[in-house]
């Protein structure tokens, strides 16, 4: 038999949460982030499942390939451009687009000659990770619009730090220094796209919308925010991570469970055996009283996790047995909170399921 844990990706769900984005942006185009396997989700899968989005953006090349290999023939940007001279072959011949943030790409822009390829030039709005410095922007611009290898127009983007916290005011600046060091742009006689949001800046920042936005974490039914549950935007999870008990054991009240007997039954009490472990990408670091979900039943982690198994509290759910299931989290148990019990971001958690998980896609 078959091991039974498994990721149920909700492909219902992510285009909802696309359409979501939509309403929250009604005069952008969706770039929709489908970076590190789609957040963990599978890439080409979620992609194919994304037909409304307007473009796709991966961070490097081996994520672009198999998306085109499969049959995706809308935009895909690579958010971090290409590393080498050599790359550029892959991106003419995958029809790739790129974004350009650093003088040693322009450099290799300016020495190359062939078909043109679609840019994106990076601005350092205050992340102060990728990008030209603002005040060079326009000197960057003039110098793309330069290369014989750069098509036309380029377009022109920036990435926020901050956005996922709505009292921090560092977003309002950031979107400042943008707009003021593409005020060139009013002077060009092409139609040149900008971008700015991530999926926090789409929900939380009207102001960065622009023409293009790029929703990442929100798509997969995820809150965006530090601390705000995802319910009130009705984003809906797109993954469900299950299991299921693989044995049920009575112990005396004292009896310590698992690896380090971290934790000691307080009574006696039935302790369920659930086959998920940090090698699946259940991490290890969610403390004893995690919730998860037993038959649909609130029931909370106890003692250390272990590679293949988790132990749980099934005082609340005394009639389980072997083969029932076990939610870790996803529909009726938001990541977000086992992530912050976790000491973690859902972004990790998602991206972190090991290929050891079978996944199962529905689309109702
Ligand atoms: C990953 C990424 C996004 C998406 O961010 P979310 O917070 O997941 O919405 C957008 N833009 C860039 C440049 C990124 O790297």
């Given at each position: 038999?078959?091991?039974?844990?498994?990721a149920?990706?909700?492909?219902?769900?992510?285009?909802?949460?696309?359409?979501?984005?939509?309403?929250?942006?009604?005069?952008?185009?969706?770039?929709?982030?489908i970076?590190?396997?789609?957040?963990?989700?599978?890439?080409?899968?979620i992609?194919?499942?994304?037909?409304?989005?307007?473009?796709?953006?991966?961070?490097?090349?081996?994520?672009?390939?198999?998306?085109?290999?499969?049959?995706?023939s809308?935009?895909?940007?690579?958010l971090?451009?290409f590393?080498?001279?050599?790359?550029?072959?892959?991106?003419?011949?995958?029809k790739?687009?790129?974004?350009?943030?650093?003088e040693s790409?322009?450099?290799?822009?300016e020495?190359?000659?062939?078909?043109?390829?679609?840019?994106?030039?990076?601005?350092?709005?205050?992340?102060?990770?990728?990008?030209?410095s603002?005040?060079?922007?326009?000197?960057?611009?003039?110098?793309?619009?330069?290369?014989?290898?750069?098509?036309?127009?380029?377009?022109?983007?920036?990435?926020?730090?901050?956005?996922d916290?709505?009292?921090?005011?560092?977003?309002?600046?950031?979107i400042?220094?943008?707009?003021?060091?593409?005020?060139?742009?009013?002077s060009?006689?092409e139609?040149?796209d900008?971008?700015?949001?991530?999926?926090?800046?789409?929900?939380?920042?009207?102001?960065?919308?622009a023409?293009?936005v790029?929703?990442?974490?929100?798509?997969?039914?995820?809150?965006?925010?530090?601390?705000?549950?995802?319910?009130?935007?009705?984003?809906?999870?797109?993954?469900?991570?299950?299991?299921?008990?693989?044995?049920?054991?009575?112990?005396?009240?004292?009896?310590?469970?698992?690896?380090?007997?971290?934790?000691?039954?307080p009574?006696?009490?039935?302790?369920?055996?659930?086959?998920?472990?940090?090698?699946?990408?259940?991490?290890?670091?969610?403390?004893?009283?995690?919730?998860?979900?037993v038959?649909?039943?609130?029931?909370?982690?106890?003692?250390?996790?272990?590679?293949?198994?988790?132990?749980?509290?099934l005082?609340?759910?005394?009639?389980?047995?072997?083969?029932?299931?076990?939610?870790?989290?996803?529909?009726?148990?938001?990541?977000?909170?086992?992530?912050?019990?976790?000491?973690?971001?859902?972004?990790?958690?998602?991206?972190?399921?090991?290929?050891?998980?079978?996944?199962?896609?529905?689309?109702?």
């Amino acid at each position: 038999m078959s091991r039974a844990t498994r990721a149920v990706i909700d492909l219902a769900a992510l285009r909802h949460n696309l359409q979501i984005s939509r309403q929250a942006a009604p005069n952008s185009k969706q770039m929709a982030i489908i970076k590190a396997h789609a957040y963990g989700h599978g890439m080409v899968r979620i992609a194919q499942a994304l037909d409304e989005a307007d473009a796709f953006g991966v961070a490097i090349i081996e994520e672009a390939i198999p998306l085109r290999e499969a049959g995706i023939s809308k935009p895909i940007l690579l958010l971090e451009g290409f590393n080498s001279k050599q790359d550029l072959n892959l991106i003419r011949g995958y029809k790739l687009d790129c974004v350009i943030h650093h003088e040693s790409q322009l450099k290799i822009l300016e020495s190359i000659e062939g078909d043109p390829i679609k840019v994106w030039l990076k601005i350092d709005s205050g992340m102060h990770r990728l990008g030209f410095s603002p005040d060079i922007a326009n000197e960057v611009y003039q110098r793309l619009l330069k290369c014989p290898s750069v098509s036309q127009p380029i377009s022109l983007m920036t990435h926020l730090s901050n956005a996922d916290d709505l009292a921090d005011d560092f977003t309002e600046q950031q979107i400042r220094t943008f707009n003021e060091a593409i005020g060139f742009k009013n002077s060009s006689n092409e139609e040149i796209d900008c971008s700015i949001a991530n999926s926090a800046g789409i929900m939380g920042w009207p102001s960065s919308h622009a023409d293009w936005v790029r929703p990442g974490i929100m798509l997969y039914g995820v809150s965006p925010f530090i601390s705000q549950a995802t319910k009130q935007y009705d984003l809906k999870p797109v993954m469900t991570l299950k299991s299921e008990l693989i044995a049920v054991n009575q112990y005396k009240k004292g009896d310590r469970i698992g690896y380090g007997g971290t934790w000691a039954c307080p009574e006696d009490m039935p302790v369920g055996v659930v086959a998920i472990g940090y090698g699946d990408g259940y991490p290890r670091h969610a403390p004893s009283g995690t919730p998860v979900l037993v038959k649909d039943r609130p029931c909370q982690l106890v003692g250390r996790v272990s590679m293949d198994m988790l132990t749980i509290d099934l005082r609340h759910c005394s009639d389980a047995k072997p083969g029932d299931e076990v939610i870790l989290w996803g529909k009726g148990l938001p990541i977000e909170k086992i992530a912050d019990l976790s000491g973690t971001i859902a972004y990790e958690l998602l991206c972190g399921v090991t290929n050891r998980v079978a996944f199962e896609y529905q689309d109702k």
